[in-house]
């Protein structure tokens, strides 16, 4: 089986910065993708960020250009930094990865909070 550990989150002011930082352990043969997804309270959890084993990225149109998705296929790692946040960016941060061996796993979850 497999792990997804998140951290990084935390409490920050409007126009600061934080880097999300999540690494699969156990039995990671192979990683096709990996992506962070945001949930706000009351809303549907939607995609932020996408990156593959080939490392072509992909943004969702309110974070083009503040958030960038990058990874480290060796420590099976992947990070999000998060560049002048706004309060409406204010979310419970999941990571997901797609495995070649065992599907679809998503992380526990870690709370970003930015405050006006």
């Known amino acids: 089986q497999v792990q997804l550990v998140e951290s990084g989150g935390g409490l920050v002011q409007a126009g600061g910065s934080l880097r999300l930082t999540c690494t699969a352990s156990g039995s990671v043969i192979g990683i096709n993708t990996m992506a962070w997804y945001r949930q706000a309270p009351g809303k549907q959890r939607e995609l932020v960020a996408s990156?593959?084993?080939?490392?072509?990225?992909n943004y969702a149109d309110s974070v083009k250009g503040r958030f960038t998705i990058s990874a480290n296929n060796a420590k099976n790692t992947v990070y999000l930094q998060s560049d002048n946040l706004k309060p409406e960016d204010t979310a419970i941060y999941y990571c997901?990865?797609?495995?070649?061996?065992?599907?679809?796993?998503w992380g526990q979850g870690t709370q970003v909070t930015v405050s006006s």
């Open positions: 990156i593959t084993s080939t490392s072509s990225t």
């Open positions: 997901n990865a797609n495995f070649r061996r065992w599907g679809t796993r």
